[in-house]
Structures are given as structure tokens and as C-alpha cells.
């Protein structure tokens, strides 16, 4: 019987970049499960299992608007230094937890130095990216 919305599945993935480069798999650390229609995978991934059987496999691509949305330069910001450690020394590309006026934390990469600081970049990593998919459908749970 095909996955529908609503059915808990669990669901072999293998990502990865346009060079067809694996940047993330399941193989080795076992099955991601989730529930269809709960929103706990970005949509396109969502839509892709509907309509499979268990040990079907398929390969797909997913535009920005089905996945992380398209990059937003208005999450792009220049981080004054002088609001850090004296340490403070990252590597560009690199990913660092930030912290809102708020309190709430969330996570930036760095993508380059300013005059004052450092650019950084709030968006998903993946933000503005088409991606590559192979899917494994191994089990809708019971």
C-alpha cells in the first residue's frame, strides 16, 4: 500500500550538491521516521514519499521554495567585534550560535570579515539551493 498523509514512515536519504557530491546520508546512522503532513522535513521531501511503497526508491530534485527558501540578504549582518570576547577568532564557513536580544539563540555562518567584524549569515545553509535527493522508502509503521 502507497504512503499517504498522516502514515509514519521510516525513509533511507541520501543529499547532495549540485556537483552530485554526498554531503548527508542516512545509510550509516539508520532511518529517519516521521509522520507525513506533521512538517518535521521540508515539504518537497514530504511530497516525494507520498505515493511510494516500502523498498521503492527514487531520485529527486527539490527547488528552494519546497525546501529552505530562497536566500534572504536581509538575514545577511555585520557583527561589530567589539560585542565579542577578546578571543574571538572565527573561521569563515564556520557555523556559531548567536544569541537575540531576546535571549533566543540561533545559529549563523560566518561568511566573511568586515572593517568592524564579520559577516554573518543567518540563513540555512542549504538557503537558495536546489537539492539532490535518492530516497529509499523501508517502512510505513503499523
Do not use: C, W
Amino acid at each position: 500500500m502507497p504512503a499517504k498523509n498522516g502514515d509514519k514512515v521510516k525513509v533511507h536519504y541520501t543529499l547532495k550538491d549540485a556537483n552530485g557530491e554526498v554531503v548527508e546520508s542516512s545509510i550509516n546512522t539508520g532511518p529517519i521516521e516521521f509522520t507525513i503532513g506533521e512538517g518535521k522535513v521540508i515539504p518537497g521531501f514530504e511530497k516525494n514519499i507520498i505515493g511510494m511503497e516500502p523498498e521503492d526508491t527514487r531520485s529527486i530534485k527539490i527547488p528552494p521554495e519546497d525546501a529552505y527558501g530562497p536566500h534572504d540578504e536581509k538575514k545577511v549582518f555585520e557583527f561589530d567585534k567589539k560585542n565579542a570576547p577578546e578571543d574571538f577568532s572565527p573561521q569563515i564557513g564556520q557555523s556559531i550560535q548567536m544569541h537575540r536580544p531576546d535571549g533566543k539563540a540561533f545559529v549563523v555562518t560566518v561568511a566573511g570579515r568586515s572593517e568592524k567584524g564579520f559577516m554573518m549569515d543567518a540563513n540555512h545553509p542549504l538557503a537558495g539551493k536546489e537539492l539532490v535527493f535518492d530516497l529509499e522508502l523501508v517502512e510505513i509503521v503499523e
